[in-house]
């Protein structure tokens, strides 16, 4: 099959987009307000975009209390989901009202930044400390922004519990990090497999 995105007739029962450019990790986004209250969201467009410096986004669809929350203090947190605690993480996408904390809704703990003013999930077996680098909403073709409000921020800490460390490396057979699929799919990628670059003859 073939459809054309402007018209968006794909003829499915639900449109596949999201489907197709998965599974994706879900960024757990921990902010701070102005007036103290604490938040955490997941997204699932998210990832990391560099290595040197360390640089992670997400985009939020709307300009939500996360990205409130760091347009007014310049940081937040990133917390790592796995497979433990992947039910809890989706109590944290209630829409909550504004000053309401998503860890107390979940039954999370909220563990402070040593780097940043913004929380993390204690409860994660890591979880990245992040300073805002910039804010943008990206164009479409005909110029036009698009609804996202897309976040980057340069990692400035990084907080591994040693219980997911196996010889030198933060072991994902442990972790068993969560990936969001289209629909209401997510998966469990703890199954792993290793494949080396190949070398030229």
Not at 30 to 48: E, I
Not at 81 to 109: K, Q, W
Not at 132 to 150: K, N
Request: net charge negative; proline share 5%.
């Amino acid at each position: 099959m073939f459809y054309d995105t402007a018209t968006n007739a794909h003829g499915l029962s639900h449109d596949p987009f999201k489907a197709i450019v998965s599974p994706r990790p879900i960024g757990w986004i921990g902010t701070k307000g102005a007036d103290g209250s604490h938040n955490l969201a997941p997204y699932s467009f998210f990832n990391a975009v560099s290595d040197r410096p360390k640089l992670v986004m997400f985009a939020s669809s709307g300009h939500k209390d996360s990205v409130r929350n760091i347009e007014d203090t310049g940081v937040f947190t990133c917390s790592f989901v796995g497979r433990d605690i992947a039910e809890r993480m989706n109590l944290t996408s209630v829409a909550a009202p504004h000053g309401e904390s998503e860890f107390a809704i979940a039954g999370l703990t909220p563990q402070q930044g040593r780097l940043v003013d913004a929380p993390f999930v204690a409860e994660s077996l890591a979880a990245l400390e992040c300073r805002l680098t910039e804010i943008m909403r990206p164009q479409a073709l005909d110029g036009s922004v698009s609804e996202s409000w897309v976040v980057f921020g340069q990692v400035v800490g990084i907080h591994i519990h040693d219980a997911a460390v196996r010889d030198g490396r933060f072991d994902m057979a442990v972790a068993r990090p969560v990936g969001r699929m289209g629909y209401m799919d997510y998966c469990d990628a703890g199954d792993v497999f290793e494949m080396m670059r190949p070398q030229r003859r």
